[in-house]
Structures are given as C-alpha cells and as structure tokens.
C-alpha cells in the first residue's frame, strides 16, 4: 500500500521535478495519458448523442454550455466560469425540397438552407437557372440573371493535397453568392456544397447580405455534390429547365448566451495567458463532432491532463469553449473585447477547429523568431508522427485576439476526410475515431507545455 501511494506521488510531482530538463519523457507522458485515460471521447460523446445539434441560440446550445461548464469544474481548476455573449438565433425550419424541373420530368435533389437565409414563399420558389463557376463568371454576366436562380457550381479542387486550401479557394461562392446575385436581380441561389466527394449529402454554413436592405433578400441554399453535378449536366442539355425549392428558415432575435472558460493560474506570471480553445456551437443538421465537438473535448483534455499530472504552469493557462463560431463569431469577438476592458496580456493561443482526425502539425501565426523556436520542436514531436510545422490561420475564434506579442497556433490534422462531413448531416459521433481524438489532445497539450516552458520571443524594441 505503501509503495502504491509513494508511485502515486512520484507521478503526480513528475512534472514540478523534471519539467525543465527532460521535455521528452514529459511529452511521453501527456501521450501515455491521453491515450490511457482520458475522457475525451466520453466528454464528446455526451455532446453528440446526450445533447446534439448545438446551433446558437438554440436550448441544446445552453445544455452544452452547461454541461461542460460542469465538467470543467470537476477537474478541480483555479476557476471556471462564464462570459456572457449575444448571438444570432438562426432556426432553419421544416425540411427543404427541390426539383429538377425538365420538361415533365421531375427529379428531387437533396439541399439545405444556408445558414442567415431567409426563406422562400410558402408555395416556394420557381425559376430557370443559370450556371456559373463564381462570383467573378456571375459579374460579367450582369442583368442576363435577372429573375432566374444562380448556380454556383465551382467544386473544390482535388488537386490540393492541403484541403483547406481547396475550401478556400471556392467558399467565396457560398458566403457572398446570394448577395452578389440579389445586386443583379436574381430571385434565388443554388451553392455547390463544400465537399470533394461525391455524395447525397448537402453541406450548409454561413452565408451573408452584407449592406443589402431586408427587401433585396433572396433564398439561398447548398445542393449536394451529386444533385450539383446532375443539375450541371440536366442544363446542358435544356438550358431552359426550372428549378424549384422550398425552406421555411427565419432568423429570430438574438439571444444570450456565453462562452466557457476555465483557468490553471500561472505561477511565476499569471498575468501572461495561454489559450486552448476551439467552438462549442454546430450547425443543426448533426451533432457536429467533428465540427468543433472534437476541439472543444480536446481543449478540455488539455488542462485535464495537466492538472492530473500537478502541472504548475508558469503562465495562466485559460480554456476557452466559444460560442458562435459557425455563424457569426460573436464568443471570439466578445473574447476579445472583455480582454481589452480587462487590459490582459495573452502570449499564445492554441486552436483546435479542423476535426478530430490523426494529429500532422500546427499552423502556425507568428514572427520569423518565434516560427523557428515552434520548428525547433520538431524532432520532440516525430516520434508522433507529428512533423507539419507551418505558417497559416490559426483558428477563426483567435484571430480576435491583439495582444502586444502574441503566436497563435492551429492544431493541424490530417484534413483528406475533414469535408465529407464538414457543415452536414453525417458530422456524427460515429465519424470520430477515439484514438485519433486523443493523440490530438496529447499534442496539443505537449505544445501548450513547451511553450509554457520556453516563452515566446518579443519583438526587439527599437
């Protein structure tokens, strides 16, 4: 019993006796508890099947601030609390339908409302349709999209093997789509879902009018990658089909809500603040696990496993679970302007927002001295098969984020399967591997350590 207890101790004091000298075995550590014993998977697990759909504004978006404001105070933190913010509240309604109207032949395609859209007469909307790769293709077009639906139908492309780098390449289509088509007349838009596969499934998001007055509104909805491609082909061969759908989406006042954070107090400068965070609101389709549940359970990981260890952490390390990231960013907004009041001084912020699959590296926003220290840390982290240490966008809820000095850091899985699911109704527990899950906790953790050891280069004053 006795030799129990004493291997308990020696355990839990492991990292206060040897954290400046043998970062190796400590990042062994955060591994060895990640994939042993943590409740990363289990904490995901109640927010997909328990609560579900967390879209804000919604009652199971309040049920996943309270439940992991619950959880947080379990682990025995200095603090957790919650910060209050308001967000859209978006409902999108009765299902949609659409049709492929060609002559007397009517084909059903499966769609979704994009997210801030409004809805479509209750008999729904009609029209012909005309096809375009992008906003630029929509331009030259001019008034000839008068009173017809535009369909965007620019795919991602398969080359990248960077997939976010396709994402980004042709996602300009679904969020300023309809308001450039409105500018011109058109009564509606159809958007090529953000996918690489083809499927049956429509992937929503957010979509936005920017300064059109509430009357130039028009319905604007994703189509799935196959109804896109049969839609493409249908048109060539009738270029005077019609095209009908249907949705009842409306967007209601906004409403209360708040971001969860949680706190391990620094103990050589509290007052400089490491974050770990990522995005506990989804969209409705699914149970949005891979889209953030996957972030939000790994951010927790993180000071789990730290406080398990009996980390003292040199600076504040601060677990924020934002609200709102999917549409309309509000949590990392309000985030940013509380911190501003409070006059805090944040040196790092770590994001988990990509999905939970196996761990590749971080993306990285920061000075050439401080990229090079993170590259430095390379070898610590191939033993993972962790080696992508690269400069690119953090996180969306971050880069809110001013301090004087400050890297911000994304953790960067492997994204080849990311959008089969992203923004649709198979982003479900189901697609989330337990294993993958919690190998991204450990690195995260072990960046969050190594950082909290080291510290950030400051610019050189001049």
Not at 129 to 153: H, S, W
Not at 423 to 446: C, I, P, Q, W, Y
Request: overall charge negative; charged content about 25%; hydrophobic content about 40%.
């Amino acid at each position: 019993m006795k030799k129990t207890i004493l291997l308990t101790a020696l355990v839990l004091s492991g990292l206060t006796s040897f954290a400046q000298s043998n970062d190796e075995k400590n990042i062994k550590l955060f591994y060895k508890k990640a994939l042993t014993e943590s409740k990363a998977y289990t904490w995901l697990e109640y927010l997909s099947n328990d609560i579900g759909a967390r879209l804000s504004g919604s009652q199971n978006a309040q049920l996943a601030v309270n439940y992991t404001k619950s959880q947080l105070e379990s682990l025995g933190l200095d603090k957790v609390y919650l910060q209050e913010v308001m967000v859209p509240h978006w409902v999108r309604g009765e299902k949609e339908s659409a049709f492929i109207l060609n002559g007397k032949v009517k084909t059903a395609v499966p769609i979704c409302a994009l997210g801030g859209s409004v809805a479509t007469a209750k008999t729904g909307l009609t029209a012909e349709v005309i096809e375009v790769q992008g906003i630029k293709e929509l331009a030259e077009l001019g008034d000839k999209v008068k009173g017809k639906i535009v369909f965007f139908n620019r795919p991602m492309n398969p080359e990248n093997v960077e997939t976010f780098i396709s994402y980004g390449a042709c996602v300009d289509q679904r969020f300023a789509g309809a308001k450039e088509a409105a500018k011109l007349g058109a009564v509606g838009t159809i958007v090529r879902s953000m996918n690489l596969r083809l499927d049956d499934f429509p992937h929503t998001g957010a979509q936005s009018y920017g300064d059109l007055t509430k009357e130039q509104y028009i319905p604007t909805a994703a189509i799935s990658t196959n109804g896109a491609e049969l839609l493409s082909a249908t048109l060539k061969s009738n270029p005077s089909l019609k095209f009908y759908f249907k949705q009842s989406c409306e967007t209601l006042p906004d409403v209360l809500s708040y971001n969860v954070i949680g706190e391990l107090t620094g103990t050589v400068t509290p007052e400089n603040i490491m974050v770990v965070g990522g995005h506990l609101d989804s969209w409705d389709l699914a149970d949005g696990s891979q889209d953030d549940g996957a972030g939000v359970v790994q951010s927790m990981e993180v000071v789990r496993i730290l406080k398990n260890l009996n980390y003292k952490p040199k600076n504040t390390i601060r677990v924020v679970l934002f609200m709102n990231e999917e549409n309309g960013g509000k949590g990392g907004a309000k985030y940013e302007e509380v911190s501003k009041q409070k006059n805090e001084n944040h040196i790092f912020a770590l994001e988990s927002d990509s999905g939970g699959f196996s761990p590749r590296g971080f993306s990285i926003e920061a000075d050439d001295a401080n990229l090079k220290k993170i590259q430095g840390f390379r070898d610590l982290f191939e033993p993972y098969l962790v080696h992508s240490f690269t400069i690119g966008h953090a996180g969306s809820d971050i880069s809110h984020l001013t301090s004087k000095a400050i890297v911000k850091a994304g953790l960067k899985p492997d994204s080849q399967r990311y959008f089969d699911y992203h923004h649709a109704a198979n982003d479900k527990f189901d697609a989330v591997n337990k294993r993958e899950l919690e190998l991204g906790a450990a690195t995260m953790a072990s960046l969050v350590y190594l950082l909290d050891q080291t510290g950030i280069e400051m610019p050189k004053a001049n």
